[in-house]
């Protein structure tokens, strides 16, 4: 797709100069054009800063009608618009709060055959919610005036995702009724589970994939044991290392943020707290003069997030367990836009992992502002919900409590990206603290979790294989009668982590798979251990051995 000679090649040249003023393409924005401009679905993974909103307002700009976009927030639509309008790109928007009078307006353009707008931004409450909406985009197609439909922040579809909303379930109906309209989505944050979850819901055809890696090298990763006495480790941290320099400090209740701010002003930090019950103006107000520099230290809940374009954020502390990997990774993806060094710290205690798993249960839990704020979840899929963020947090806890393996290789990992851990350059905790390795030979650990998978029916998940292998005798073991299996407890006397690292190694390897489908065992999608038996046949008959690294003792 990198090819320069579709017919809008030049086309796009001028434009991206002219009309944007950049100089030349990012990474991956020139293949993503032309494939959209193809006509195919096309959907996106590009770390936030990437440079998404080009791949498809450059297309609306030279294609002939208009280009819907999905976006989840209103003040994030008035942004993008604001900048559109600046560029004269006649672009506007819909939603619900708004007069009947000025919607009707819009109506009245979109059914003119000279419709002056390039895009059209609504929410997906509105393509819900209203038909209205729908009768027009159906007499835009009809007139082969519906160019594209833009997904933005398409991770928020999936329920495996840490940002559901579940009007982004209903989009799918798009490509019912437009089949032929190519649609594009994109997202800064998605595991392989999902990715499929999306391409899925949103009925993708034949989908061209564009993923970019999530590393990021200049973001520093450690996890520190959490202690009473955090703050005032914090205060440290910062005084010895970011000392007047600015930052982000994730707290988990509103409380905290407030208790976290008043001590570190004690301490002589210019701190603020920033959470989700404070009117709209006090939270713009301190989002304003923390960009002004005049505040450098928020505390905030992860409500604080989206259109935090700061580039010089030096370091994002998370004083309280982050509820998912992916998204602590986004919440560390807000330092050090600028591509200077920056520092990400996790504070982290067994506690904490019971307090957010109990806050989660109780639906409490902070969201981050595309999920509707701080609503109870209350569908029918609670159930399936709740499963699903527990299983994210256990991912989180198990990250912390890794103490060998490369920060950037389970972070990547979780993301289906493979990273060589002799890349992080002692970037991370791990990786510093370990001076150097032995290597080991788990082949009979691998060939073990084969067959456990094998014998199993490959109908389980990873955390399962590993409960089993472990010697659990939980009740989901013990309803399959899995303990009754030769390889229970055949793990039991493995160093703690040995066994998911070997079977990480695996995935890895591709000698197992996860396979993500929607499983009756689990009642829900989910990630499903399978064999890849061209490969385990080599393992297992003695023609390829499995070594894995580990720190010496010495
Ligand atoms: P994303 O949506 O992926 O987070 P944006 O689309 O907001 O990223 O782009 C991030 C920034 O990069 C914006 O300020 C945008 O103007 C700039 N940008 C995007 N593409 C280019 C380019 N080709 N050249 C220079 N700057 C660009
Ligand atoms: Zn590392």
Redesign the pocket.
């Known amino acids: 797709w990198s090819s320069r000679s579709f017919p809008w090649t030049k086309s796009l040249e001028d434009h ?1 100069k002219k009309v944007f003023g ?5 990474p991956n ?1 020139r293949e993503i054009i032309n494939a959209t401009m193809s006509r195919y679905d096309v959907f996106v993974l ?1 770390p ?7 791949t498809y307002q450059l297309p609306a700009l030279i294609c002939p009608g208009v280009t819907l976009v999905i976006s989840p927030l209103v003040s994030l639509i008035q942004d993008q618009i604001m900048h559109l309008l600046q560029a004269n790109i006649p672009a506007t928007y819909l939603s619900a709060n708004m007069d009947w009078s000025e919607q009707q307006e819009i109506f009245r353009e979109l059914n003119s055959d000279y419709c002056k707008f390039k895009l059209l931004y609504v929410t997906p409450e509105k393509v819900a919610k209203s038909d209205v909406l729908l009768r027009h985009l159906e007499s835009l197609h009809a007139r082969e005036l519906l160019a594209r439909i833009v997904i933005d922040e398409a991770h928020c579809v999936s329920q495996w995702g840490h940002d559901f909303r579940p009007d982004y379930q209903g989009l799918g109906i798009l490509k019912q009724k437009f089949p032929s309209t190519p649609v594009l989505a994109l997202t ?1 944050t998605a595991t392989a589970s999902v990715k499929e979850d999306v391409v899925r819901a949103l009925a993708l055809v034949n989908c061209i994939i564009f993923r970019q890696s999530f590393n990021r090298p200049n973001l520093w990763y450690t996890v520190i044991p959490k202690t009473k006495k955090c703050v005032e480790d914090i205060d440290k941290f910062i005084k010895e290392n970011h000392f007047d320099e600015c930052g982000i400090i994730y707290c988990l209740s509103r409380m905290d943020c407030e208790k976290v701010a008043e001590k570190l002003q004690e301490y002589g930090h210019k701190a603020a707290f920033y959470h989700g019950s404070m009117d709209p103006a006090q939270r713009t107000y301190v989002q304003k003069q923390w960009s002004k520099d005049e505040i450098n230290i928020i505390c905030a809940t992860v409500a604080f997030g989206m259109g935090i374009n700061k580039p010089d954020v030096r370091f994002v502390i998370h004083h309280s367990l982050p509820k998912s990997i992916e998204g602590y990774h986004q919440e560390c993806g807000r330092a050090g836009r600028d591509g200077q060094r920056s520092s990400c710290v996790l504070y982290y205690s067994y506690s904490d992992y019971i307090r957010v798993k109990h806050m989660i249960s109780q639906g409490v839990v902070e969201q981050s502002p595309f999920s509707n704020g701080y609503n109870r979840i209350n569908t029918a899929n609670s159930g399936r919900v709740l499963e699903t963020n527990t299983d994210n947090l256990l991912r989180m806890v198990s990250y912390c409590e890794n103490d060998v393996d490369c920060r950037r290789l389970l972070q990547l990992f979780h993301f289906g990206e493979k990273f060589d851990s002799n890349n992080c350059g002692k970037t991370c905790d791990n990786c510093l603290k370990i001076k150097s390795f032995v290597d080991k030979d788990v082949t009979e650990i691998a060939k073990q979790l084969v067959e456990l998978v094998k014998s199993t029916g490959q109908q389980f998940s990873s955390a399962h294989i590993l409960e089993v292998y472990r010697g659990s005798l939980n009740q989901f073991v013990k309803k399959h009668r899995h303990e009754k299996l030769n390889l229970h407890g055949a793990g039991k006397h493995l160093a703690k982590g040995e066994a998911s690292r070997v079977l990480r190694h695996l995935v890895t390897e591709d000698l197992l798979v996860e396979d993500v489908r929607k499983s009756d065992l689990y009642g829900s999608l989910s990630s499903i251990l399978k064999v890849n038996e061209s490969k385990a046949y080599n393992l297992c008959f003695g023609r390829l051995s499995v070594i894995l690294r580990f720190p010496s003792v010495a």
Do not use: D, P, V, Y
């Open positions: 991206n950049n100089h030349s393409f990012r924005q590009m936030t800063g990437g440079g998404k909103s080009l800064a």
